[in-house]
């Protein structure tokens, strides 16, 4: 896979992962699903005013997200990237998943939102070494802040690229939530038919991208020369 198509297509997942957040607090109940501090705070809140009918409300979306967090750790297995299949698989689950909120009450809805957005953000994806955030924001606002403070104090050993993702990623999100809501607006619940759609031709794209990538850990090693590394080093071993 190439790298330019490697950042289109995480910039598309967290454009989508944007739009279900922005749906999710315009058109449904005002919950955030696609990170979770302001649900923590909530959480205190309520306990605060024994209001545990609230609490529950809130711990729903948090436990979702985390389910599907676990769910994406276990599918994927560990957190060094590779152009693994069971990336892929990950995003057309997401796309079949996606559709289902249509069917659903609010209330349901919101929780699918928060399972799915656990699922995305469990995804340990970098590119050139840098981890992409692709459901909140908080850590790209953060990271494209540290890096534009070590650039004015003169820190030349920053490559753009540490800048440019979580940019990159701001505005994807940003993007992602204006088109939410505007299609919300227009065509309502429908539109989990086109989430659904963009979901599931990124998850073909990937398994066909992954298929003509020829250096899948992108360590800049052929895989087959890898192959071929890997197997002399086991030969040497057993003598």
Same mark, same amino acid.
């Given at each position: 896979?190439?790298?330019k198509l490697l ?53 729903? *979306? ?8 676990i769910t994406s ?50 995804? *340990? ?5 840098? *981890? ?65 759609? *963009? ?41």
């Amino acid at each position: 896979m190439d790298r330019k198509l490697l950042l289109i297509w995480m910039c598309i997942l967290t454009l989508l992962a944007g739009a279900i957040n922005a749906i999710s607090i315009f058109g449904y109940d005002g919950t955030t699903v696609s990170h979770l501090t302001g649900l923590v705070s909530k959480v205190a809140i309520n306990i605060t005013e024994g209001n545990f009918e609230g609490l529950w409300g809130v711990l729903r *979306v948090i436990l979702l997200f985390f389910i599907g967090a676990i769910t994406s750790g276990y599918i994927t297995g560990e957190r060094a990237f590779f152009l693994k299949k069971r990336y892929g698989f990950i995003i057309l689950m997401i796309g079949v998943l996606i559709i289902i909120p249509y069917f659903l009450s609010i209330k349901y809805g919101v929780l699918l939102f928060a399972f799915v957005m656990g699922l995305q953000n469990g995804m *340990v994806v970098s590119f050139k070494g840098v *981890v992409v955030r692709m459901t909140h924001m908080s850590g790209n606002i953060t990271d494209l802040g540290v890096y534009i403070g070590y650039k004015l104090k003169g820190n030349k050993n920053e490559k753009y690229i540490t800048g440019l993702i979580p940019l990159v990623a701001i505005l994807s999100f940003t993007i992602g939530g204006i088109l939410g809501v505007l299609l919300f607006g227009l065509i309502h619940n429908a539109i989990f038919f086109i989430t659904s759609g *963009v979901y599931i031709i990124l998850g073909i794209l990937y398994f066909i991208l992954r298929y003509k990538c020829t250096d899948k850990d992108f360590n800049g090693i052929p895989d087959e020369l890898e192959k071929t590394n890997d197997d002399e080093k086991e030969v040497k071993e057993l003598f």
